[in-house]
């Protein structure tokens, strides 16, 4: 009759020990185990406001892990790691500049890793060309980027466009490189007009506001 053969992993402090039971007879062996590696999948550029997720799913280690994650972000962010103790944490950078985000395992023996993931984040300004209104045909509309915003407080430029309009239109968008264009609703129907700011280093999405003009 063929010996059978099983092995048990046993894990104690710094130490792990395999015992091989072959036929009746045991043996205790001792293994050195594996070394925890710690790793960041993310990406290594984000822009101010938007979430950044990182995911730690990909670390290694004996038995089941523990995550701790931690960051150092630019001067003047208020920004907060999410879920930091698990194997998925985010955050939303506030401000432009450097995040260094870090995550430490500790494994079933008690060894640990860390892993660093630099983010370069950029400001994105954000364009806020006024509220959708209703005006009278031939009314001057004025259109107001005052609430646009950089978040370093940089300045910003101007870009106002039409991007749809009454096809019978002949309105001229006024200051179409200003904080304040304008222009007159020549004729019953919808304007949509877009918006976008710089700061000199990037510039923001377009944001649009609809006029429509009706009959006195």
């Avoid at 990182?54 to 920004?79: M, N, Q, R």
């Avoid at 980027?145 to 466009?161: I, K, M, N, T, V």
């Avoid at 304007?191 to 700011?197: A, D, E, P, R, T």
Wanted: charged share 20%.
């Amino acid at each position: 009759m063929a010996n059978s053969f099983h092995s048990t992993r046993i894990w104690l402090t710094g130490l792990l020990l395999v015992l091989t039971a072959c036929g009746g007879s045991h043996k205790a062996e001792e293994v050195e185990p594996e070394a925890p590696v710690a790793r960041i999948l993310g990406p290594s550029t984000g822009q101010s406001g938007q979430r950044v997720e990182l995911d730690g799913t990909g670390s290694t280690g004996e038995g089941s892990l523990v995550y701790t994650w931690e960051f150092d972000g630019p001067a003047g962010s208020d920004a907060a790691l999410w879920t930091s103790d698990s194997d998925i944490a985010w955050l939303i950078p506030d401000v432009a500049g450097r995040y260094e985000v870090r995550l430490t395992i500790r494994d079933a023996m008690g060894a640990t890793d860390t892993a660093v993931h630099p983010i370069s984040v950029v400001a994105i300004p954000v364009a806020r060309p006024g509220l959708d209104r209703l005006v009278e045909v031939g009314s001057e509309v004025v259109l107001d980027g005052s609430e646009s915003r950089d978040p370093a407080g940089a300045p910003l430029s101007f870009r106002w466009e039409f991007v749809s309009r009454p096809e019978e239109s002949a309105a001229t968008l006024i200051g179409s490189r200003e904080e304040r264009a304008r222009f007159t609703a020549d004729v019953v129907g919808t304007w949509v007009v877009g918006l976008m700011v710089d700061n000199g280093t990037e510039p923001s999405e377009t944001a649009l506001v609809s006029i429509i003009a009706h009959d006195p």
